[in-house]
């Protein structure tokens, strides 16, 4: 054995096992690393060729066919929802008048809450012109804080007994260009009005202003109704109220029940008709308002917040009232799906409800499991 050979078996046997490990950890970690950044030279490569291809194809194809083939592909906001797209109502209405195209896409509604999709395409140069100036989301729309005020040129309404719900439109940027213009409106009636579902849609175009039609909003989605059974037979505030059934789409959820007499006492002194008074007789119903109300799965998950905290209310619709004959008033509502303008569709809490089996109600002071027996 020469002196360098010797000199090497030396160093290794000397060299501290930690400094070898550590080595070893920032090579497998370099290498790491250049494997992710090869996979996003890949990934960008073939982004690149996609948007490429796009554009070839938008300069090859005749930019009128272009354009069709992009409105195509928006199929309306409800329709591109696949545990819904078999629910919508679609090509509810349409006008036009020389300049403009005007057409309600889509309806979809569980007569709690109600969402239209309507469409506005110019057909010359006039018809853009009116969009970008006069029309619902044109200049002459924003307020002097750049806030967008339509409700003038396109609003959907409606009269739900004593009071009056109005709907201005929400313009979906991401859809539209100069030329075509979608918008959506959405109502929510915190409660089920199947007699109220004629809606009143007022809309204007170029040519033909203040221009009318109903809308048939009719329930077009499953319902599902649940009578509620607490467990170990306790109420969640027993004083006051007992939730009693439950009616839940894949829009939304009311609950339902009764008020004791000792609250409707109350009532006759309280400030207001109807709804508990968060400081009571001697504040004592401090603490008893709902919270936010969760929803329990077959497999015991939860879906966190069905209903939202909101002042308790009389069932208004002759029909409802019927069919709750056993209840007096509205606990608790809530909608799962929100439109906004550059987001879209967007879902707040995406139901599966063949899987429900029970509820979690809570107010500041206790919070009560309910299991839900299905009605046929």
């Known amino acids: 054995m020469n002196d360098e050979q010797l000199d ?23 290498r790491k690393e250049e494997k992710m950044m090869r996979k996003k030279r890949m990934k960008m490569a073939g982004i690149a060729g996609t948007v490429a291809a796009a554009l070839a194809l938008a300069c090859i194809v005749p930019q009128t066919s272009f354009a069709e083939q992009l409105k195509k592909m928006f199929q309306g906001y409800w329709g591109q929802r696949s545990e819904l797209s078999d629910y919508v109502t679609r090509g509810v209405f349409s006008d036009q008048d020389e300049h403009m195209i005007f057409s309600v896409e889509e309806i979809l509604s569980d007569e709690v809450v109600v969402s239209a999709v309507v469409r506005y395409e110019a057909k010359d140069e006039t018809g853009e012109k009116w969009l970008a100036t006069k029309g619902p989301a044109g200049s002459e729309s924003y307020d002097e804080n750049g806030n ?20 201005s439109p929400i313009f979906l940027r991401t859809q539209s260009d100069k030329n075509v213009q979608y918008f959506e409106m959405d109502m929510d009636f915190r409660q089920w009005v199947p007699s109220s579902m004629n809606l009143t849609l007022c809309y204007d175009l170029p040519t033909k ?12 989605v499953p319902v599902y109704e649940y009578t509620l059974k607490a467990k170990n037979q306790e109420q969640i505030s027993p004083k006051y109220y007992e939730p009693k059934r439950m009616r839940i789409t894949p829009l939304s959820a009311v ?46 998950t939860r879906n966190w917040n069905i209903a939202d905290p909101y002042p308790m209310d009389i069932i208004s619709d002759s029909k409802a009232k019927k069919t709750y004959s056993d209840c007096n008033a509205v606990l608790q509502s809530g909608a799962f799906y929100r439109v906004t303008s550059y987001l879209g569709l967007q879902v707040a809490n995406k139901i599966n409800l063949e899987d429900v089996r029970g509820i979690v109600m809570r107010t500041k002071n206790k919070e009560v499991t309910y299991e839900l027996i299905r009605e046929e």
């Open 8 to 30: 090497k078996i030396l160093k290794k046997a000397l060299t501290p096992q930690r400094e070898i490990k550590e080595e070893e950890i920032v090579l497998k970690k370099r």
């Open 209 to 220: 202003t203040n221009n009318t039609a109903t809308l048939d909003a009719s329930c077009n």
């Open 255 to 300: 609950i339902y029940g009764t008020t004791t007499e000792y609250y409707r006492k109350m009532q006759k002194n309280a400030e207001w008709s109807f709804g508990l008074e968060r400081w009571g007789k001697n504040q004592e119903s401090v603490g008893e308002d709902l919270g936010k109300t969760s929803l329990i799965y077959k497999d015991g």
């Open 148 to 167: 967008l005020r339509s409700t003038r040129q396109l609003r959907l309404k409606q009269n739900v007994y004593e009071e009056r719900f109005e709907s």
